[in-house]
């Protein structure tokens, strides 16, 4: 099964580079230099977009949360556990004087 999800992954990919230079070709043919920095500046923004969410989606994996304190992923467990040690040394020490 992860065979073909890499080779349907790889299809789409090279089906967009195929699809995004021959939209900067026909953008040429069009317009010449301004329509291709148009298309490729489009090109460059769906891309970022479409990393970008990928990236969000896999940093924030969704656990249960339970109680008053609990952490909705285990990136912000980790920076709630940091935190607390930080504030702990120094802000314990001034409250206990």
């Given at each position: 099964?992860?065979?073909?999800?890499?080779?349907?992954?790889?299809?789409?990919?090279?089906?967009?580079?195929?699809?995004?230079?021959?939209?900067?070709?026909?953008?040429?043919?069009?317009?010449?230099?301004?329509?291709?920095?148009?298309?490729?500046?489009?090109?460059?923004?769906?891309?970022?977009?479409?990393?970008?969410?990928r990236?969000?989606?896999?940093?924030?994996?969704?656990?249960?949360?339970?109680?008053?304190?609990?952490?909705?992923?285990?990136?912000?467990?980790?920076?709630?556990?940091?935190?607390?040690?930080?504030?702990?040394?120094?802000?314990?020490?001034?409250?206990d004087?």
């Amino acid at each position: 099964m992860a065979g073909k999800v890499a080779h349907d992954a790889q299809f789409w990919a090279s089906a967009a580079g195929v699809t995004a230079a021959l939209a900067v070709v026909a953008a040429y043919l069009a317009g010449g230099p301004r329509y291709v920095w148009a298309v490729a500046t489009v090109e460059v923004l769906l891309v970022m977009a479409h990393v970008g969410r990928r990236f969000r989606v896999r940093a924030h994996v969704r656990t249960p949360a339970r109680g008053h304190d609990a952490v909705h992923c285990e990136r912000c467990r980790r920076t709630l556990e940091r935190l607390d040690g930080q504030a702990g040394s120094a802000g314990r020490a001034v409250g206990d004087e």
